[in-house]
């Protein structure tokens, strides 16, 4: 479950090719510069140079995707979004990827790529801290035991993540993936809306 | 309160005009692909090219409104939201819409759009969370015993959310909405900075 | 700890300087337009017209900072985040700064800048929500008792923030700040990629 090939090791220099002029600096305070992308400022100034500025211009792309119905708890779906975007993003070389899923009782969230207890044990958590069932306080009980609880998970955890793109791939750390939380008992279709921009 | 004119069904095909080439496809694994947007090559490649760099040029809009009081609580916030960058979204084909509530002790989240009762039961939820009053441990007593919880509050909702623009308009899903939730006991306005940005 | 510098008090009119015109505007419904920034529609039908296109072309930047380690704890870091991009900040008209924590058992999260108390007692909130140890339920403990908790504190506040850039500078609200929250009891450092994007 693990995609090493994905980010490059947290403590490497971030490779941005021809565009980019890597500068590992130590500065003051301890903190240190591991890349930087500075776009050639020749391109800003003169874009009807049309080969700089097709090196550079800025682009937007977006698509509509259906994540198959899962099982309520914590799924690890990075694989999933990349066989989506895979392609797109290797036309990016600094950039953003932002997702959107269009529900109100499911998350977005980022966290371990690895060990799938983790995943389970944070399903494990979030019906402990949210009450479910007869002892439960909702006066929203219409739609089933199980949906209000959805929804304040989702508003837990949020609906909407924002990864940046660094030489084409989506730049997260080495344990890091892209977990689809679903909090209703009834697994149905969930929609993302991804959004990719950058140079 | 809900607005289905916003929002296409989460089960159609989301239009994007004459800049975008929908392709409904099912590919392996269930995923199913409902609209792409892809810029002109050629714009990119000749933005000396007035005509075509007008209609796909990234542009950028921010502005700062002012959300009136509202008594604590969860409360649904889109209608003014719209009234206030309706205008401006209109201009974008495909983009992004980031919003950034400037305060500590309320917060922003996405979440369902139709029933009352879903925010009146998260407010329920946020205040049997968070212990306030006598029986709370907090060292953070001297803006009042709802201080601290309100800026816990706000840390566990967020104060920022990004919608993606499609067609003009926000691409929420049919059931989604924009809360805000005042965690504070004196309601007081709250600033919001909006920037959009996309083609 | 303050850094009213940063931000203009929120109840001010945002100057966008030579770009901008201010719409101190009071509209129905009491919301207050307070500034509002609309690119020169010129700039978008004209980019052959470098010295406009050079004001206003959208540009990218991206660095990955490695923040040092700090103990378990809520830690404001918006001084060593502006340390590394208030440079780069000064070159964005209108824009947006992305921060992305690229691990799962810390987060980042925008709280109060004023009062240490609030992170102590924030901290105190996340150790009674999530157990840990004998009582806890986990099935992932083989990196240590409080791994498990750091992964649902990640998920709770979140690894990524995205804040507006106006003017040159990030624009928080007046008692708002960066927060590295450090869920593990081993510190270590901590990357975080940055992205601007803006005008």
């Keep these: 479950m693990q995609m ?3 980010s490059p090791p947290s403590s490497s220099l ?12 130590a500065l003051g305070g301890g903190i240190l510069v591991k890349a930087l992308y500075t776009p050639n400022k020749t391109t800003f100034n003169d874009p009807s140079d049309s080969k700089m500025a097709a090196a550079t211009a800025p682009k937007w792309a977006q698509k509509t995707i259906t994540l198959p119905p899962q099982r309520r708890g914590c799924h690890l779906v990075t694989p999933k979004i990349l066989k989506e975007i895979g392609q797109d993003l290797s036309g990016f070389k600094c950039g953003l990827a932002h997702l959107f899923l269009q529900h ?3 998350s977005l969230t980022m966290n371990e790529n690895y060990d ?3 995943r389970d ?3 494990t958590f979030l019906n402990r801290i949210v009450p479910e069932g007869r002892s439960a306080p909702w006066r929203h009980t219409l739609e089933g035991p199980d949906d209000m609880p959805a929804h304040i998970k ?12 660094t030489n084409g791939q989506l730049n997260m750390g ?10 209703r008992d009834a697994a149905t279709p969930r929609n993302v809306v991804i959004t990719l921009s950058g140079i």
């Design 154 to 165: 989702s508003s837990m955890f949020g609906c909407t993540l924002t990864i940046p793109i």
């Design 14 to 25: 971030v490779s941005l090719g021809g565009f980019a002029k890597p500068k590992p600096v």
């Design 116 to 118: 799938s207890d983790v």
């Design 104 to 106: 109100t009782s499911a």
């Design 121 to 123: 044990d944070t399903e």
């Design 4 to 6: 090493p090939s994905l």
């Design 174 to 183: 080495t344990w890091q993936g892209i977990w689809l939380c679903e909090h």
